[in-house]
């Protein structure tokens, strides 16, 4: 009876332990998180410029927001963006890695490193970089094109409307696939080579390997990844900044930067945060949904 009841009383001894150790974080996360939250929430029923008096207005910011062409428009280029960065960053990502994780390829850290290196370089840097070589003026396609007999000026990629998202796009998927491949190499490289060889012997073809049995093993991996491509391209700020700063006529207008423009460029606060709640929102049901549709695959 003495034996259990020490051992009850350390086991409740760890517990406070435990509540007393992740205590510091809770706490940061209230001050920094929570409150930051419940303060966007209550700005969101304002109409304020940071300076006047505050003015109630309810619900009028998000009906506003529903009627702006330019916050739709904004959505729907995140959402390009989104299926552009898949295509140019997260496939190629998961081809390349691929590749490096089979048996017997020499060279593969350094492969790795140099594909990866466009990631840790800063959004301004390489965002620059891109501007300079879509410059119809004297970037760098410019110059291939002339050299190969045509008129490179005429390919204003950034400067035309139909074309700037797409010139965005690419870009941010040249950093992208270096770090999807990094993830990818690791899922690789666990995948049981039996089931392959297993298959190989059955009459499989290489892709029927790829598609049927090494895909499915790297699944929860692959569905990870989606996510946080899905989240990280709706957060994708300073990349449209440094390029086009949203323009030409809107073109590349995104989520965040349009909602730093009404907060911080029209002063428009309660409208900005209004339109930073709405995005958290999508971001939340996104998540849920595509976790459940997981769940009912796995199933």
Not at 31 to 37: G, K, T
Not at 228 to 248: A, E, H, Q, R, W
Request: glycine share 8%; net charge positive.
């Amino acid at each position: 009876m003495r034996k259990f009841t020490l051992k009850k009383s350390l086991y409740r001894n760890q517990i406070i332990v435990g509540y007393i150790l992740i205590l510091p974080a809770l706490l940061f996360f209230c001050v920094f998180f929570a409150y930051s939250l419940v303060q966007a929430v209550h700005y969101s029923t304002l109409d304020w410029d940071g300076v006047t008096q505050q003015v109630y207005v309810g619900f009028q910011n998000y009906i506003d927001l529903f009627r702006d062409s330019v916050f739709w428009k904004a959505f729907i280029n995140n959402v390009f963006y989104t299926i552009g960065i898949l295509a140019f960053g997260v496939l190629p990502g998961l081809v390349l890695a691929y590749v490096l994780s089979r048996p017997g390829i020499r060279g593969r850290t350094i492969f790795r490193s140099a594909y990866f290196f466009p990631r840790i370089v800063s959004a301004v840097v390489y965002g620059a970089v891109w501007k300079w070589m879509y410059d119809p003026r004297n970037g760098l396609l410019t110059m291939i094109i002339d050299f190969f007999g045509g008129n490179g000026s005429d390919f204003a990629i950034t400067g035309n409307v139909n074309t700037a998202m797409l010139g965005v796009t690419i870009t941010g998927g040249w950093t992208y696939f270096g770090f999807c491949m990094v993830i990818f190499i690791a899922a690789f490289m666990g995948v049981d080579l039996e089931l392959e060889e297993a298959a190989r012997l059955d009459g499989a073809s290489k892709w029927q390997m790829f598609y049927r049995v090494t895909l499915p093993q790297i699944k929860p991996v692959i569905n990870t990844v989606l996510i946080y491509t899905v989240i990280d391209c709706f957060k994708v700020y300073d990349l449209v900044l440094v390029m086009t700063s949203g323009g030409p006529n809107d073109s590349t207008q995104i989520m965040t930067y349009y909602i730093y423009k009404q907060a911080f460029t029209f002063n428009k606060f309660g409208y900005g945060s209004a339109a930073a709640i709405l995005l958290g929102l999508f971001m939340v049901f996104f998540t849920v949904v595509y976790n459940k549709l997981i769940g009912k695959e796995e199933d």
